[in-house]
């Protein structure tokens, strides 16, 4: 498998790769909170087309996210597919300097998303094959700390910088995407000097299969539902604009936002090694279903803020947590492909769920929009709960028999 005993240690490959999340997510975060604000500020779109542009990026990269944990199970080392989308999410940055069309822009952010899609899955299943037994939950929630840390770091450089105090215009938004590139760099000159390519010992079969593992199969299905509430934070973007918060503003919840989701990510994966998977993950899905039911109705600025924070909590309860517990539901020859599931499941479901969410805020409002989007992650945390308990049951007969 990926990972040598040095690699294996906390500090090793997952500390490593959670210092090149840091610098691309600096690079990437405050890129894709303005965008949507130039999109329908500056340029006139509506919510709609922003749903669109989002549905449309992960369209591009669900094929990507299901045939890269496939293929790199099949590699003597995952290395190399997460290097190539790391350098396409770079590539595809630099095109927001080459105009300022909706469609060039559109293109630009579909292929940061393709990028995304070639290197979670080998990325994710690097770090559960180098995990200690029982301890995916602490080396997932590094990872996030260090990608959150990122992107806080990328917000906080743009607040110091004095930008954004009134309406996002054609020149701020140009100097956002000039001081993202040299941080984009960095991360991928560290990915490929600093982490090491290990050569696979546990080689997956070189069939193509499209069957999602059995072990995971009930737990997916639960998080296409919660997918299906869980749009891009473009919309959040936007709803905060329309709460009253200008461009600087909206950096600095976002700052809040990532503050409290990195506070919580390591203490939450560390909790469940020892406690569960599941509570953690349950937990965070109310949360968001509330964070978005408070947003939807919120009437102050201090109401929506208090909300969007509970959205940071969803972030540090669950990214890590629900990566960790496909880990632990997987065979290590699985894992390449089960990972490649799992972000094409997410991948589907926002594929739909942007477009949506975009058409109800266009045609029916923030309101209603919110609060559908919070009542489906509550009714998912329900059938998370559901399907625990049932598969607890299920382990205890067989243990009976």
């Not at 990972?3 to 894709?32: C, H, I, K, T, Y």
Request: aromatic share 10%; with cysteine.
């Amino acid at each position: 498998m990926d990972g040598s005993p040095q690699e294996r240690r906390p500090g090793g490959l997952a500390a490593r790769l959670g210092w090149v999340a840091f610098f691309n997510d600096a690079s990437g975060e405050v890129l894709a909170r303005a965008l949507p604000l130039f999109l329908t500020g500056v340029l006139g779109s509506s919510a709609a087309f922003v749903g669109w542009v989002e549905g449309l990026a992960e369209a591009s990269s669900i094929i990507l996210k299901g045939f890269s944990g496939w293929i790199s199970g099949r590699m003597e080392s995952r290395k190399g597919m997460v290097v190539g989308g790391y350098a396409l999410s770079v590539a595809s940055r630099a095109l927001y300097l080459l105009g300022l069309g909706p469609l060039l822009l559109g293109a630009a952010r579909v292929g940061d998303r393709i990028g995304k899609g070639l290197r979670n899955a080998p990325r994710d299943a690097m770090i559960a094959d180098a995990a200690k037994a029982g301890l995916s939950g602490r080396d997932f929630g590094l990872t996030r700390f260090l990608d959150t840390l990122g992107a806080m770091a990328g917000l906080a450089l743009v607040a110091a910088l004095g930008l954004g105090h009134g309406p996002l215009d054609a020149r701020t938004f140009r100097i956002c995407a000039l001081l993202s590139l040299p941080l984009g760099l960095t991360a991928l000159v560290l990915l490929v000097f600093a982490v090491p390519r290990i050569p696979r010992t546990i080689q997956a079969g070189r069939r193509l299969d499209w069957r999602i593992p059995r072990s995971v199969r009930g737990y997916l299905a639960i998080v296409l539902l919660f997918a299906l509430a869980n749009s891009s934070d473009a919309f959040l973007v936007l709803k905060a604009r329309d709460a009253g918060f200008n461009f600087r503003e909206t950096l600095l919840l976002f700052l809040a936002f990532n503050a409290l989701a990195a506070a919580l990510a390591v203490p939450a994966g560390r909790l469940s090694d020892r406690l569960g998977r599941v509570p953690f993950l349950t937990a965070g899905w109310v949360v968001y279903g509330l964070a978005y039911t408070v947003m939807g109705i919120a009437g102050n600025r201090s109401l929506f803020a208090f909300a969007f924070l509970g959205y940071g909590a969803f972030y540090g309860l669950t990214e890590g947590v629900e990566k960790a517990l496909i880990a632990d539901l997987l065979p290590a020859e699985d894992r390449g492909t089960g990972f490649g599931a799992f972000q094409s499941v997410v991948g589907m479901g926002a594929l739909a769920a942007s477009p949506l969410m975009g058409f109800l805020m266009t045609r029916l409002g923030g309101r209603t929009a919110f609060l559908c989007a919070g009542g489906l992650a509550l009714a998912s945390a329900l059938l998370l709960v559901l399907w625990s308990l049932a598969r607890r049951q299920a382990s205890k007969l067989r243990a009976i028999s």
